[in-house]
């Protein structure tokens, strides 16, 4: 299962688990990385303080590498830069923007820099400004999305650019990282999955809410406002949905998301809060460790190709 991802970031298997905000804290992300993925701490709309009390947790549980994803709608992006600039963490992944000015300071470290791109156009534009790889991240993914799905997504990635590609969204099992793998990824990044990792510290309520999902119980809210976020079906969501239906302004809808993940995701208000969550939930039947997890994905995906090889 290496490629050569796993060369460029020093792990084993080429799995990296979704930088969540508000979920994806030092104790999951140093998880991931010593059973040899990558880890990666969500920082979100983290006060830059609490992110590097982050960082120094993963440090002490895990000598692996590990990443800090930074959200570029995050209202402290630069003190967010500075803090992982300080703390040299190995690699940062991006989502939510375009972090095309922060490339060179981060490198110049020794970080790699893995933006999420949601789009051909914005995948070259990244790549010509020297990233080190990119993930290619599919509507079928929970939080923030684009417009296209992982399937159509990653083989015109990978056609365009030439560092590696990683995919992501739909992805929760051997089969999806094989499927991935067949379209020319050379990794994949996991997120609902990992929401249900023993080692991941989100209410237990979220974990539960995922454990019973099935396949139609994600929506898409706030697509009007030009910011979609795919979400578990709750009395939350149907509010939302019903207001942005009546023309309700982006200002107002906007101010009626902001702490609706944390409420989920650390108070466990699952109904008043955001679930955001893939649609690929539905296959998350139970709670395992991260170890368990890769080491399930990676036996089936090579089962997967070794079945292939009859064909
Ligand atoms: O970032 C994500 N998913 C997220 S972030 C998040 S935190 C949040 N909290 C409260 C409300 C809403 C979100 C939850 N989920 N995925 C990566 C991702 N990046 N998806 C799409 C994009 C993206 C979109 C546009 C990346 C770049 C981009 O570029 C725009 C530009 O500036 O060119």
């Known amino acids: 299962m290496r490629t050569q991802l796993c060369e460029l970031l020093g792990i084993e298997y080429p799995i990296l688990q979704g ?16 059973a040899g993925g990558l880890g990666i701490i969500g920082a979100g709309n983290m006060p830059p303080e609490l992110l590097a009390e982050e960082i120094n947790k993963a440090k002490a549980y895990t000598d692996r590498p ?21 703390a040299r963490v190995p690699v940062i992944a991006t989502g939510a923007g375009n972090p095309g000015k922060h490339i060179p300071r981060l490198q110049a470290i020794g970080s790699k820099v893995i933006p999420v791109v949601p789009s051909v156009a914005l995948a070259k534009r990244l790549t010509r400004l020297g990233v080190d790889a990119v993930i290619a991240e599919g509507m079928e993914a929970g939080g923030h999305i684009g417009e296209l799905t992982t399937m159509a997504l990653v083989p015109q990635i990978v056609d365009a650019v030439d560092v590696p590609v990683i995919a992501a969204g739909g992805i929760a099992d051997g089969r999806g990282m094989a499927a991935a793998l067949s379209l020319g ?22 974990k539960n809410m995922i454990l019973h999902a099935r396949d139609r119980d994600t929506v898409v809210t706030g697509a009007s406002t030009g910011h979609p976020v795919r979400v578990l079906k709750n009395h939350f969501s149907r509010k939302f ?71």
Request: glycine letters at 10%; proline letters at 2%; charged letters at 25%.
């Open 19 to 34: 930088g969540m905000a508000w979920i994806a804290t030092a104790e999951l992300a140093a998880a991931v990385s010593n």
């Open 241 to 311: 949905k019903q207001l942005e239906a009546s023309g309700l302004p982006k200002e107002e809808l906007e101010a009626l998301g902001i702490g609706r993940l944390r409420k989920a995701a650390r108070e466990g208000d699952v109904e008043n809060g955001s679930v955001m969550a893939g649609q690929i939930a539905g296959l998350v039947k139970k709670e395992m460790s991260a170890a368990e997890i890769i080491k399930e994905m990676v036996t089936e995906a090579q089962r997967v190709f070794s079945g292939m090889k009859g064909v």
């Open 185 to 206: 990824a050379q990794g994949v990044q996991v997120g609902t999955r990992f929401v249900c990792a023993r080692e991941c510290t989100v209410h237990p309520n979220f």
């Open 66 to 86: 590990f990443g800090v994803n930074v959200y570029y709608l995050s209202p402290y992006v630069e003190e967010i830069i500075e803090t992982v600039i300080k």
